[in-house]
């Protein structure tokens, strides 16, 4: 039986750190304010930008919402975002993804200021974190590595196999291990005797995008499972990446979906926007 890895708590933790702190700046006079913005009306979108402006008022920032039409141009989207980054009460910017297909995501990444850059997302950012001295973390990965060293085990010499490799999550994801002095594997779509490798990790990290990926024969006994998966099933239930019921048995450690890595990138978006507030204010 596999010890629960609890998102919920973890991020109340890490959510009471980021209050403190936030109170203590605001008794110096410095108020932290976190942009939003949402283009169209995807529901998905819709529920996280909800939970995010209520993380902020949790920690006591402020938020600032910009819901903009689904026919919303790209040159009115960098339009805001010039706003938003000559704006000093704005110390964060995160443009909810996706955008409609007429707005190049890229461009309007690129546009956003490197400094509030709190999803971490900006290529100056992301080239931070490759070299290894960075200011933010992506929230996902930075969340699934707060829930690692919630276990106690340490990350140094293990091996660490993380499926998937996009930008947001799986890239960031092995770059994060590897600074910890992890023997990282990166698999994919292509990678060939997927359930060999899988099967050798003391710390499987999915970030796939289909439910119940990952299966019972694919993990070590006592390995640290983390499910980034978030899967809406035909009847509405959230699923991750990982076969719970058949992995939870085998696991050492295993986060649930949902109650695992969702609560904590919303956790660490606020410890960004905490730490873009204090640098901005010459406090980093
Ligand atoms: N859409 C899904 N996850 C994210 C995220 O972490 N940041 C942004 N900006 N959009 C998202």
């Given at each position: 039986m596999a010890q629960l890895i609890s998102g919920k708590e973890v991020s109340a933790q890490v959510k009471e750190r980021v209050r403190a702190q936030a109170e203590e700046l605001k008794a110096k006079g410095i108020e932290i304010g976190l942009a939003v913005v949402i283009v169209g009306d995807n529901p998905a979108s819709r529920v996280y930008v909800n939970s995010k402006k209520k993380a902020c008022e949790a920690v006591g920032f402020n938020s600032y919402e910009y819901a903009l039409p689904e026919e919303t141009t790209e040159q009115e989207l960098l339009d805001l975002v010039q706003v938003l980054n000559n704006?000093?009460?704005?110390n964060g910017i995160l443009v909810q993804l996706?955008?409609?297909?007429?707005?190049?995501e890229e461009a309007i990444i690129n546009a956003i200021s490197a400094e509030k850059d709190v999803d971490a997302f900006h290529p100056m950012n992301v080239g931070k974190i490759m070299i290894g001295s960075?200011?933010?973390?992506?929230?996902t990965p930075a969340g699934a590595m707060e829930l690692i060293d919630s276990t106690g085990v340490?990350?140094?010499?293990k091996n660490c196999v993380v499926i998937g490799r996009s930008n947001i999550v799986g890239k960031p994801m092995a770059m994060l291990l590897l600074h910890r002095s992890g023997t990282v594997t990166i698999c994919h779509?292509?990678?060939?005797n997927l359930k060999e490798i899988c099967r050798n990790a003391d710390i499987l990290v999915a970030a796939?995008?289909?439910?119940?990926?990952?299966?019972?024969?694919?993990v070590k006994p006592g390995a640290v499972v983390i499910d980034v998966g978030i899967n809406r099933m035909e009847d509405g239930k959230l699923c991750g990446d990982v076969d719970f019921a058949a992995v939870e048995p085998i696991a050492g450690y295993i986060t649930p979906v949902?109650?695992?890595?969702g609560p904590m990138t919303i956790a660490m978006l606020m410890q960004n926007t905490l730490t873009a507030a204090k640098q901005q204010n010459g406090l980093g």
């Open positions: 704006d000093p009460k704005v996706p955008l409609p297909k007429q707005i190049n960075y200011a933010f973390l992506p929230c340490d990350v140094s010499g779509s292509r990678t060939q796939v995008g289909r439910a119940n990926f990952v299966t019972a024969d694919m949902p109650g695992g890595v």
